[in-house]
T-cell receptor, first 115, second 109 residues
Framework: DADVTQTPRNRITKTGKRIMLECSQT?????MYWYRQDPGLGLRLIYY???????NKGEISDGYSVSRQAQAKFSLSLESAIPNQTALYFC??????????????FGSGTQLSVL | RKEVEQDPGPFNVPEGATVAFNCTYS??????FFWYRQDCRKEPKLLMS???SGNEDGRFTAQLNRASQYISLLIRDSKLSDSATYLC??????????FGAGTTVTVRA
């Protein structure tokens, strides 16, 4: 079984619809992240959370919200989807060590298409 | 200027060849560096961390040049299974990891 599980794997929706992407992990990590990937661009950080009570905006948080329901669960919502939110979305957890070596473990991704 | 820049490639090489490519970063305060591998439309996976002294993992060698602000990845004796996109990742500050857009390598039989 995957350590970081994202659902759904694929989603097609229409402009204006509310969409939730879910992520759960069994790695026991405190840190969780949501990224989006667009062709020709690096992964960009949407939101991150260092523990259940800690939620922070990343570089492209406009149009998105998140919820950290438990240490193991971190969901991403698009309140009113628009076509330029069409992208491949990844959830990740990290194993952060004090020497600064933060290793990310990714879910298998959600391909979202907004028509 | 982007924080992390990579030559997108593709680098097309025959099996058994050596291929090398670089990644430049703009923030001189960057603390740690990584190479991730990503197969088409799949999740990135950590390939290796990059240490100041350079490090090797089997056929893969990573180097860091802080003075010129770049890291490199060299793949020796390329295999078909090495075909992938290689992402350069730079740890800039506590939470912030900056990703390059990736370098695509295609190994042909």
């Amino acid at each position: 079984d995957a350590d970081v599980t994202q659902t759904p794997r694929n989603r097609i929706t229409k402009t204006g619809k509310r969409i939730m992407l879910e992520c759960s992990q069994t790695k026991g990590h405190d840190r969780m992240y949501w990224y989006r990937q667009d062709p020709g661009l690096g992964l960009r950080l949407i939101y991150y959370s260092f523990d259940v009570k800690d939620i922070n905006k990343g570089e492209i948080s406009d149009g998105y919200s998140v919820s950290r329901q438990a240490q193991a669960k971190f969901s991403l919502s698009l309140e009113s989807a628009i076509p330029n939110q069409t992208a491949l979305y990844f959830c990740a957890t990290s194993d952060f060590s004090q020497d600064g070596n933060e290793k990310l473990f990714f879910g298998s991704g959600t391909q979202l298409s907004v028509l | 200027r982007k924080e992390v820049e990579q030559d997108p490639g593709p680098f097309n090489v025959p099996e058994g060849a050596t291929v090398a490519f670089n990644c430049t970063y703009s923030n001189s305060a960057s603390q740690s560096f990584f190479w991730y591998r990503q197969d088409c439309r799949k999740e990135p996976k950590l390939l290796m961390s990059v240490y100041s002294s350079g490090n090797e993992d089997g056929r893969f060698t990573a180097q860091l040049n802080r003075a010129s602000q770049y890291i490199s990845l060299l793949i020796r004796d390329s295999k078909l299974s090495d075909s992938a996109t290689y992402l350069c990742v730079v740890h800039v500050q506590d939470y912030k990891l900056s990703f390059g857009a990736g370098t695509t390598v295609t190994v042909r039989a």
